[in-house]
Antibody
Framework: QLQLQESGPGLVKPSETLSLTCTVSGGSISSTNYYWGWIRQPPGKGLEWIGS???????YYNPSLKSRVTISIDTSRNQFSLKLSSVTAADTAVYYC???????????????WGQGTLVTVSS | DIVMTQSPDSLAVSLGERATINCKSSQSVLYRSNNKNYLAWYQQKPGQPPKLLIYWASTRESGVPDRFSGSGSGTDFTLTISSLQAEDVAVYFC?????????FGPGTKVDIK
């Protein structure tokens, strides 16, 4: 059974860079039918897709965050990572990693999801 | 960006009764070349991550009870819980994957009356 687990600091100072890693177990991150994505959810609010990456390193980002986001992948460790620079309080959210289905040749739904990790931006 | 809206914001339904959630997209998510609607539904229980229920607007994910069903096409979609169970209390989100950026609806909270 595929499982994803986010890890990283729970507190980041304003203007600094948020860094998270997602470790995939029970399956290979090199699978051909899947991208790997990051989604966030501010407390009590809705879901926002941040970006996704393929095992080749090909990335798709949400234009609203593109200037601040870098997603990378390490197939040898079965991990992918998120970096979000110049954070503000508005970036406080639960950050989820998820497998991003790609069975039809296009990026589709997210399943499964990690448990999520709360990142608070505060001095 | 495709904007997703949902209605109602919340609803309370008696156990065993039907719950209906609506999702509307600001533009069609029907890809005419394959006649598929690029829409998914998720369930999120308190303190848990979202769980995929339905994709292609009406295909139930493996293991999802058959009381959950999805319908609709183009810009208007519905998630129906035919007979609400206590374990169905959650927030339900729709998501379009027709075009990037992939966007979610604001969610509909379902409670027991």
């Amino acid at each position: 059974q595929l499982q994803l687990q986010e890890s990283g600091p729970g507190l980041v100072k304003p203007s600094e860079t948020l860094s998270l890693t997602c470790t995939v177990s029970g399956g290979s991150i090199s699978s051909t039918n899947y991208y790997w994505g990051w989604i966030r959810q501010p407390p009590g609010k809705g879901l926002e897709w941040i970006g996704s990456i393929y095992n080749s390193g090909s990335t798709y980002y949400n234009p609203s965050l593109k200037s601040r986001v870098t997603i990378s992948i390490d197939t040898s460790r079965n991990q992918f990572s998120l970096k979000l620079s110049s954070v503000t309080a508005a970036d406080t959210a639960v950050y989820y990693c998820a497998r991003h289905s790609h069975t039809s040749g296009w990026k589709e739904w997210f399943d499964p999801w990690g448990q999520g990790t709360l990142v608070t931006v505060s001095s | 960006d495709i904007v997703m809206t949902q209605s109602p914001d919340s609803l309370a339904v008696s156990l065993g009764e039907r719950a209906t959630i609506n999702c509307k997209s600001s533009q069609s998510v029907l890809y005419r070349s394959n006649n598929k609607n690029y829409l998914a539904w998720y369930q999120q229980k308190p303190g848990q991550p979202p769980k995929l229920l339905i994709y292609w607007a009406s295909t139930r994910e493996s293991g999802v009870p058959d009381r959950f069903s999805g319908s609709g096409s183009g810009t208007d979609f519905t998630l129906t819980i035919s007979s609400l169970q206590a374990e169905d209390v959650a927030v339900y989100f729709c998501q379009q994957y027709y075009s990037s950026p992939f966007t979610f609806g604001p969610g509909t909270k379902v409670d027991i009356k």
